[in-house]
């Protein structure tokens, strides 16, 4: 029996493809590689295709034994969903009712989904409790809000068990170094940082320096990506026992500013990179730190690499050694 992850050759799950592998899983990769590295996919069976080709998923199903699904494939970025809704809503709903639809024709009745802290949109209790208020500021958000709410119909009609999972502020790269980001064009804080002291950039723009913080600047709550990935391990083995239907948040529950962020990128670089201040980033709440309790409760997971600095060191690890990220 294997699993079929979605997405698999992006960051999240090429890390998470990583894992499962590390525990025995037999793994079925499925990729369009818009935004993937097939070099990223360690092992498994890989396959280059779209969710929204309905023979292509077809062919998928029928040719796996498949007993769970980890969906991550996605467009992830704030900015771009804000220009572009359609394409989010083609990628991320379209695409994700069409696996939805291959699943229940298959009698596949088990599926981990990557929901995102951007369901909450301007949080109401800092740290964000997943019963708190889902109001979404952007289509990204929307658009996997839109997916945990078919989840929920999906498995008191067709029985689906599902688990969504919260992420906040994915980083860092793989302890071994083989994978880790590489986003053409690149958005997110610390590739940007670690590509400027690399010198592939100028400068760090920090983006607003007027919020209601303590050195004006966003506070975000940082998660090592391979603390991401054994999460879906854990939320696998549980839908595997007969766990119900449940969402978690994914972060450390510690929230650094984006100067916290450059300052100790300095310190773990050794490079006094040059950082100017700009305008603020449409779309960004101030603070946004996870409660993870619910999840180290009812999973027991546990963060490994959960203090900034090595967070950092390890991505530093990843750009130092692949300038040029998966170079294709
Ligand atoms: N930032 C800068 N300069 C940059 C890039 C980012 O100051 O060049 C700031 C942002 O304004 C933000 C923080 O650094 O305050 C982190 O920004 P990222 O772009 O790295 O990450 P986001 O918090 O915007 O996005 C993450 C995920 C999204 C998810 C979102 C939830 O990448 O998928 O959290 O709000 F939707």
Known sequence: ?????????????????????????????????????????????????????????????????????IHFAADSLVGESVKDPLKYYNNNVVATLRLLTAMKEHGVSKIVFSSTAATYGEPENIPILETDRTVPTNPYGETKLAIEKALKWADSAYGIK??????????????????????????????????TALGQMESVSIFGTDYNTPDGTCIRDYIHVTDLAQAHVLALQRLRENGESRIYNLGNGMGFSVKQVVELAREVTGVPFKVVNGPRRPGDPAVLVASSGKIQRELGWQPRFNDLWTIIETAWNWHKNHPDGFGD
């Open 1 to 69: 029996m294997a699993v079929l992850v979605t997405g698999g050759a992006g960051y999240i799950g090429s890390h998470t493809v990583v894992e499962l592998l590390e525990a025995s899983e037999e793994v079925v990769v499925v990729d369009n590689l818009q935004k993937g590295h097939e070099k990223a996919v360690v092992g498994g069976k890989f396959y280059h295709g779209d969710l929204r080709d309905e023979e292509f998923l077809k062919k998928v199903f029928e040719e796996n034994d498949i007993e769970a699904v």
């Open 162 to 195: 599902y688990t969504a999972l919260r992420y906040f502020n994915a980083a860092g790269a793989h302890p071994s170094g083989k994978i880790g980001e590489d986003h053409k064009p690149e958005s997110h804080l610390i590739p940007i940082i670690l590509k």
